[in-house]
Nanobody, 122 residues
Framework: QVQLVESGGGLVTAGGSLRLSCAAS????????MAWFRQAPGKEREFVAGIRWGYGTTNYADSVKGRFTISRDKAENTMYLEMNNLKPEDTALYYC???????????????WGQGTQVTVSS
């Protein structure tokens, strides 16, 4: 079982930047996928970005392409999400997760962090 702890959320004005971190404890296999999801009030949890732990290949939701960058530091067992040009619609609780495949539904991801709040003011 992998344990995940997010950090780095906060309040920022539109156009600003934030960097989220997700520290993982436990072994992550090369084939594992780590990802960021987010959930805004009254909305379903949605996929934001993912990265294949071993190969570093990435995947992004259309809404964040060109603005967000996902990366990982294998030595530190940590994943990052660099968020630039933030918009008010990016406001949400951001969750870190790990699993074996890309699934659109959060139901199929077995490991979750507690979430970190990102608030973007206009």
């Amino acid at each position: 079982q992998v344990q995940l702890v997010e950090s780095g959320g906060g309040l920022v004005t539109a156009g600003g930047s934030l960097r989220l971190s997700c520290a993982a404890s436990g072994r992550l296999y090369s084939s594992a996928i780590m990802a960021w999801f987010r959930q805004a009030p009254g909305k379903e949890r949605e996929f934001v970005a993912g990265i294949r732990w071993g190969y570093g290949t990435t995947n992004y939701a259309d809404s964040v392409k060109g603005r967000f960058t996902i990366s990982r530091d294998k030595a530190e067992n940590t994943m990052y999400l660099e968020m630039n040009n933030l918009k008010p619609e990016d406001t949400a609780l951001y969750y870190c997760t790990a699993g074996s495949s890309y699934y659109a539904s959060p139901t199929f991801w077995p490991n979750w962090g507690q979430g970190t709040q990102v608030t973007v003011s206009s």
